[in-house]
C-alpha cells in the first residue's frame, strides 16, 4: 500500500463537471433522494415514452426483484446512433486502428455508422431474427463487432459476444447456454500479426453442438484477412452479401426499460460460465451517466478505452457509453507490443486521444520494457488515464502517472463488475484526490461496504468483504435461464445484500482498496477465471484423476494459474504429460487459461470429509510454505510434505 496522495490539479479543479464540494453534494443527495436524482439522470436518454416508477427493488429472498424505470420506452442504438445525427452527424463516431500500422484504418461518421447499423439490423431481420432472439457474436476487434451489437440492439435482438480468444468448445457451451440459432464471426482475427481461425472454430463448435442436436441455422461471416475458408452451403453467409441490397434505414424497435438487452458469460466460483443478464434502460442511464462524469467526456474529445468488447468494459466503455454521449471512440485490434511496446503511445498520438483507458496487466507488460518505449512518443494530446480489470499495484500507478501522464493527467481507478455494467468505485478526476492502488469512493448511487464472516457490517477503517446496500440502474437483472442461480450467487452470503466476491479494505479517509477476489476466481491478466473451470478441463483429460487450481502471485498477469495434478494410476508425470496439460487446457477453454506452473501431486490435501483444502495450495502457490496453519484436520497430512516437496522451482 502506498501513502502517496495526489490532490486533484488546479486546472481540473476549476473545469471539470463535478469538483470536490459537488461530488459530495451529488452524492448525499443521490443516497437520501434516490428517486429524484435518478430521475434527473435519466434525463440523458431519449425515451420513448417516459417511465412510471424509477425503482422498484429489493435484495430480500421473499421480495427479490430488480426493476428500473419501469413502463419507459427506448432503444439503445437510437440513443447512440439517431439522436446525434442532426447535430454531429459527420462527427466521427469510431476510429478503427488495425492490428498493423501499415495498414489502412478506419473514421467512421456518426451518419455512416447509423447506416451501417440499419443495413446489418435489416439483413438479421431477413434471416429470420427477431425482438427476444439471442445472437451470438464472434467476432475480432473491428467496427462490425460494434454495427453487430447496435444492430441487435436497433431490432430488439439480445447480443452475446463471444471473446474472440474463446476456444471452440467455450464457444459451443454458450451457443448452448442461450441457445442462439445465429453466429456472426470473420474469416480470421488477427492480433499481434497472428491469425486467429474464428470461422474454422465456429465450424468446430457447431459440429459438437449438431452431435448434440443445438441447431444453428446461419453464420454471417465478415472476411476480415481474405482466407480461404469454407463454407457450408446454405448456412454460411457472407457479411458482404447478407448487407447488399438492405436499406440504410430501420425503424428502431420500442423497447420496455427492462427488456433484454444482452448476455455476457462471465466466470463464478462454481460451475460453468453465467450469462449475466443486462436490460436496457437502467444499463443505458448507467453508462451514459458514469462515462460522462467518470471520464469528464465532453463532445469532440477522442477517447480510448483498450479493452475487447468480449468482455464488459468493452460494451460498456467502448461501444455503447461513449457512443450514448456522442463521443470520438478509438477501437484497436492490435495488442500492446507489436510491433513494438511504444505501440499504444504512436495511437495515442497518431490520434490525438484525450483520455485513456486501459488494464494494469497492459502497463506492468510495458513498463518492464524500461521508458524509452514511451518517452519517445509525445503523448501530449493526453488529459486523463484509467485503470479498470484489477488491482494496481503502486510502482504501476506511478510509472503510469510520471512517465506515461508526464505528472499532469489524473488516473481513474475504476472497480466495477461484469455484473455491476458500470464504473461503481472510482475518482472523477475533478474531484477526488487520488492514492495509488485505491480506487477511492464511490459512484453516485453506490452504497458500498465492508462485512465480516458473519455479515457484521464494519465501521470506519477495516477490512472485509465488499458488498453493495442497495440497487443501481446498471446491475445485471437475472442469470440467463436460471434465476434461481442468480439469487444463490450474489444474495445469500450476506442475506439482503448484493455479494461481490471481492475482499476491500476502507481506510481513515473512507477510501476503498479492493485486495482482490475471496471466492474461488483468479483474476489473470484482467480476465476472471473460475478454478472450478480449470480443474474441469484438467479432470477431463484421460490420464488425469485429479486436479486442483488456485492463483499465484505474477508480475505482469496480476495473478497466474497454478494447476495441481494427481495423474491416473500408472501414468509417468513428467514433462511430455506436462506440456500434454497446458496444450489441453488451452484446446478447451482457449490461452487466457493457460496453466503457468503444473505440479504433479500423488495426493491432494483433503479434509475428512473430501474438501480440498486449498489454502495450503494457495501457499505453497505462493511460495510461502513456513506457517500453512492448522494441518491436523488433514485425512492424511503427509500428502504436505509430498507438495512441499514437488514444488517446481526454487524452494
Ligand atoms: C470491469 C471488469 C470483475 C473483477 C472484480 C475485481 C476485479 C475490476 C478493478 C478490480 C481492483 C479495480 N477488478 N476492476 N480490482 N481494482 N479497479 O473487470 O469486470 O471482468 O467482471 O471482473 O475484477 O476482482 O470483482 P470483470
Same mark, same amino acid.
Do not use: D, E, F, Q
Given at each position: 500500500m502506498s501513502d502517496a496522495i495526489f490532490p486533484v490539479p488546479a486546472q481540473w479543479a476549476a473545469n471539470a463537471l463535478v469538483d470536490s464540494t459537488g461530488y459530495e453534494a451529488k452524492y448525499r443527495r443521490s443516497i437520501a433522494d434516490p428517486d429524484g436524482f435518478w430521475r434527473e439522470e435519466a434525463q440523458r436518454i431519449d425515451w420513448i415514452e417516459d417511465f412510471d416508477t424509477v425503482r422498484d427493488t429489493s435484495f430480500d429472498r421473499d421480495d427479490f426483484r430488480i426493476r428500473w424505470f419501469e413502463g419507459g420506452k427506448l432503444n439503445i442504438a437510437a440513443n447512440c446512433l439517431d439522436r446525434h445525427l442532426a447535430a454531429r452527424g459527420d462527427d466521427v463516431a469510431i476510429i478503427w486502428e488495425p492490428d498493423d500500422p501499415a495498414d489502412a484504418g478506419r473514421k467512421i461518421t456518426y451518419r455512416q455508422l447509423h447506416d451501417d447499423v440499419c443495413k446489418f439490423a435489416n439483413a438479421l431481420k431477413a434471416h429470420g431474427v427477431a425482438k427476444g432472439d439471442r445472437v451470438t457474436l464472434y467476432l475480432p476487434m473491428v467496427p462490425e463487432a460494434a454495427i453487430a451489437m447496435l444492430a441487435c440492439a436497433r431490432i430488439g435482438a439480445v447480443h452475446s459476444v463471444v471473446f474472440a480468444g474463446f476456444s471452440p468448445d467455450a464457444l459451443a457451451g454458450r451457443i448452448k447456454d442461450c441457445q442462439s440459432r445465429i453466429v456472426i464471426t470473420a474469416d480470421q482475427g488477427l492480433r499481434g500479426g497472428k491469425t486467429i481461425p474464428l470461422k474454422a472454430n465456429v465450424d468446430a463448435a457447431l459440429e459438437k453442438l449438431s452431435a448434440q442436436e443445438v441447431a444453428v441455422d446461419t453464420v454471417i461471416m465478415l472476411r476480415r484477412t481474405g482466407a480461404d475458408v469454407p463454407m457450408v452451403a446454405g448456412r454460411d453467409v457472407d457479411w458482404a452479401d447478407a448487407v447488399s441490397g438492405q436499406g440504410a434505414d430501420c425503424l428502431p424497435e420500442i423497447m420496455d426499460a427492462e427488456d433484454p438487452l444482452f448476455i455476457l458469460y462471465t466466470s463464478g466460483s462454481t460451475g460453468q460460465p453465467k450469462g449475466v443478464l443486462h436490460t436496457t434502460g437502467g444499463y443505458a442511464v448507467w453508462t451514459a451517466m458514469t462515462h460522462h462524469y467518470v471520464f469528464d467526456y465532453r463532445p469532440g474529445q477522442v477517447y480510448w478505452c483498450a479493452a475487447d468488447v468480449g468482455w464488459v468494459t468493452g460494451h460498456s466503455y467502448v461501444v455503447y457509453a461513449p457512443l450514448m454521449n456522442g463521443a470520438t471512440t478509438v477501437m484497436f485490434e492490435g495488442v500492446p507490443n507489436f510491433p513494438d511496446f511504444s505501440r499504444f503511445w504512436q495511437v495515442i498520438d497518431k490520434y490525438q486521444v484525450e483520455i485513456f483507458y486501459a488494464a494494469p496487466t497492459a502497463l506492468r507488460s510495458l513498463m518492464r520494457e524500461g521508458d524509452k518505449y514511451v518517452t519517445r512518443t509525445s503523448r501530449r494530446s493526453l488529459r486523463l488515464l484509467g485503470t479498470v480489470g484489477e488491482p494496481i499495484n503502486p510502482e504501476a500507478w506511478q510509472w503510469y502517472h510520471r512517465v506515461v501522464g508526464e505528472m499532469r493527467c489524473p488516473i481513474v481507478d475504476t472497480w466495477w463488475q461484469t455484473e455491476t455494467g458500470g464504473a461503481m468505485i472510482t475518482p472523477l478526476p475533478g474531484a477526488t484526490a487520488l492514492k495509488p492502488g485505491s480506487a477511492t469512493l464511490p459512484m453516485f448511487g453506490v452504497q458500498p461496504a465492508l462485512v465480516d464472516n458473519d455479515g457484521v457490517e464494519l465501521e470506519g477503517p477495516a477490512e472485509g468483504a465488499l458488498i453493495i446496500k442497495d440497487s443501481w440502474p446498471g446491475q445485471m437483472r437475472t442469470v440467463y435461464g436460471d434465476h434461481d442461480r442468480f439469487f444463490q450467487t450474489y444474495f445469500t452470503t450476506f442475506p439482503g445484500v448484493y455479494f461481490t466476491g471481492d475482499g476491500c479494505r476502507r481506510d481513515q479517509d473512507g477510501y476503498y482498496w479492493i485486495t482482490g477476489r475471496i471466492d474461488d476466481v483468479i483474476n489473470v491478466s484482467g480476465h476472471r477465471m473460475g478454478t472450478a473451470e480449470v480443474e474441469s478441463a484438467l479432470v477431463s483429460h484421460p490420464q488425469v484423476a485429479e486436479a486442483a487450481v488456485v492463483g499465484m502471485p505474477h508480475d505482469v498477469k496480476g495473478q497466474g494459474i497454478y494447476a495441481y495434478v494427481t495423474p491416473m494410476e500408472g501414468i509417468e508425470a513428467g514433462e511430455e504429460l506436462r506440456a500434454e496439460l497446458v496444450k489441453w487446457v488451452r484446446k478447451e477453454i482457449g490461452p487466457i487459461a493457460t496453466p503457468d506452473i503444473v505440479q504433479f501431486a500423488p495426493g491432494l490435501p483433503k479434509t =475428512?470429509?473430501?474438501?480440498?483444502? =486449498?489454502r495450503i495450495l494457495r501457499k505453497i502457490a505462493e511460495n510461502d510454505t513456513t506457517n500453512l496453519g492448522d494441518i491436523s484436520t488433514l485425512a492424511d497430512p503427509g500428502v504436505v510434505d509430498d507438495l512441499l516437496a514437488g514444488r517446481p522451482g526454487p524452494k
Open positions: =475428512r470429509s473430501g474438501k480440498i483444502m =486449498r
